[in-house]
Structure formats: structure tokens, C-alpha cells
Nanobody
Framework: QVQLVESGGGSVQAGGSLRLSCAVS????????MGWIRQVPGTEREGIAG???????VYAESVKGRFTISKDNAKYTSHLEMNSLKPEDTGMYFC?????????????????WGQGTQVTVSS
């Protein structure tokens, strides 16, 4: 049974930074696409970053240039470095995984999910 556990969420002022982590247990992530999806109450889930088996990242336009995704296959972890945070980045952030060769951002393509970690950015 694959488990994904997020950590690193919290409250920060606009312009600040946070680093989210995703610890994976139960299976190697070396051939997976790892992604980060966020959800704001009342809106649909938004895929914001993904990284494929070749460590090629992909980002949503809303976070490009501010967020950086990475993964460490040896440590079974993925990270999301978030800089220049804005109040509109507030939401629940989920780590997710899928076995595709490439990394689509659409949340429906992911089949393993963590429980999420809350990020709150105040103005």
C-alpha cells in the first residue's frame, strides 16, 4: 500500500516562502510522476507542479517562476519550494503520484494522493 504524507504547510505573510515535503512509503518513486495539486475552498483542484522520471518539471502558469518542484528518488521524497507567496496561493496542498511517462498537471491523472497540508498566505 503506497502512502504519501505531506508536511511543511503553515501560515506566512505575502512575499514569504514555504517548503512543502512529501514522504512516500511502500514503493519506489524513481519511475513515477510526482505532482502537487492545490485546492481553494469553493474552487476546483488545480495541478500546479509535476516532475517526471527524468526530473523534468512542469508548472502551471499561476506559479511559474515562483515555485520549484523536486524529487529525491533515494529518499522517496518530493518537495515544493514556494517563494514570493501571494494571498491567492492560500489553499490545501496535496502531493500526488502517477505512473505515466510524462507529467500532466490535471488532477484526475493522479491515482495516489496524500491527505494534504494547509498553506495560508496573509496580505
Amino acid at each position: 500500500q503506497v502512502q504519501l504524507v505531506e508536511s511543511g504547510g503553515g501560515s506566512v505573510q505575502a512575499g514569504g516562502s514555504l517548503r512543502l515535503s512529501c514522504a512516500v512509503s511502500g514503493e519506489s518513486i524513481a519511475t513515477w510522476c510526482m505532482g502537487w495539486i492545490r485546492q481553494v475552498p469553493g474552487t476546483e483542484r488545480e495541478g500546479i507542479a509535476g516532475i517526471d522520471r527524468d526530473d523534468t518539471p512542469v508548472y502551471a502558469e499561476s506559479v511559474k517562476g515562483r515555485f520549484t518542484i523536486s524529487k529525491d528518488n533515494a529518499k522517496y521524497t518530493s518537495h515544493l519550494e514556494m517563494n514570493s507567496l501571494k494571498p491567492e496561493d492560500t489553499g490545501m496542498y496535496f502531493c500526488a503520484a502517477q505512473g505515466r511517462l510524462y507529467c500532466p498537471l490535471h488532477p484526475d491523472t493522479y491515482n495516489s494522493w496524500g491527505q494534504g497540508t494547509q498553506v495560508t498566505v496573509s496580505s
